[in-house]
Each structure stands twice: as C-alpha cells, then as structure tokens.
C-alpha cells in the first residue's frame, strides 16, 4: 500500500459521513475555490497568504458556531485571527457556494 492510500485510508477512516459525500465532489469544490479567486491566499495543505484549509479545519474542531463563524469571515473579511494579514471581503460568492465551502473545510479538506 502506497502512503498516498494509507493517508487516504486514515482521511476515510476519521472522516464523518457528510465529509465522504463531498470526496466526490472534490472537483466542485476545487471549481468554486477557482473560480472565488481563494486559491491566490489558500491551499489546502499549507499556508500561502491565509491559512491552509486542513489548519483552519483543526482550530474549529468541535466549535458549533464555526459555520456561521466563518461564513461571515469570509464574506466580510477580517484579520487577527491567523496574524497580522487581512483577508479582503468576499462578496462575489454565492451564499451557497461559499456554505459548501466551509462545511467542505470544517470537515478536513479531504481531496478525494
Ligand atoms: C487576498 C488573500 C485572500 C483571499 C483572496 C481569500 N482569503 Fe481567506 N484568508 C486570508 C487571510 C490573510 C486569512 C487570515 C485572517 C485572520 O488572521 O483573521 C484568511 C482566513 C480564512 C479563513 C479562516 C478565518 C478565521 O477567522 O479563522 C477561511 C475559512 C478562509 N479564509 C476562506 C476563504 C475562502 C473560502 C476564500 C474565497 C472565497 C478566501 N478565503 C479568499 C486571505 C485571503
């Protein structure tokens, strides 16, 4: 078995259900983060300007009000959570878009 896999079996094995059914859609999600413009500040796996999104996704483990917490992060921009950096508002992506987003980050960033 390659690490790849082992990574992807351990993914699989800690991830919730909702969070195996947006695997699947790794491609959609990659499209909205594309087409919103956050991949010039993120990755998933490491820092750039932001955050890495699976770092993101271990601060708000466990934290109930994360979704609506970062939905108006990201929607309204802010900063002194990560550092000194802003993140600029976001008001181009849909209310939908940016929902799968960030329940697609609370549940790990998983890509596959
Ligand atoms: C110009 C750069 C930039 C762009 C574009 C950007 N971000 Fe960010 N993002 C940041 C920075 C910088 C932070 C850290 C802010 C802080 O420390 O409070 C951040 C933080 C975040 C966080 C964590 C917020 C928190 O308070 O913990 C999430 C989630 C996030 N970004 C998602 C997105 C999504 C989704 C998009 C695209 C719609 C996006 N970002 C676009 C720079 C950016």
Excluded: E
Excluded at 34 to 39: A, D, G, R, S, V
Excluded at 70 to 88: D, E, H, S, Y
Excluded at 92 to 99: A, M, N, Q, R, T
Aim: aromatic share 6%; hydrophobic share 45%; with cysteine.
């Amino acid at each position: 078995m390659s690490t790849r896999s082992l990574i992807c079996a351990a993914l699989l094995f800690a991830s919730t259900a909702p969070a195996a059914a947006f695997a699947a859609d790794a491609a959609a999600i990659k499209d909205i983060l594309q087409k919103n413009n956050c991949l010039a500040c993120h990755a998933v796996a490491s820092p750039v300007v932001g955050p890495s999104y699976r770092d993101v996704a271990k601060k708000y483990k466990g934290d109930a009000g994360a979704p609506d917490k970062l939905f108006a992060k990201v929607r309204n921009g802010g900063t002194g959570v990560w550092g000194q950096v802003a993140m600029p508002p976001n008001p181009g992506i849909s209310d939908d878009d940016l929902k799968t987003v960030i329940t697609w980050i609370l549940a790990g960033a998983p890509d596959h």
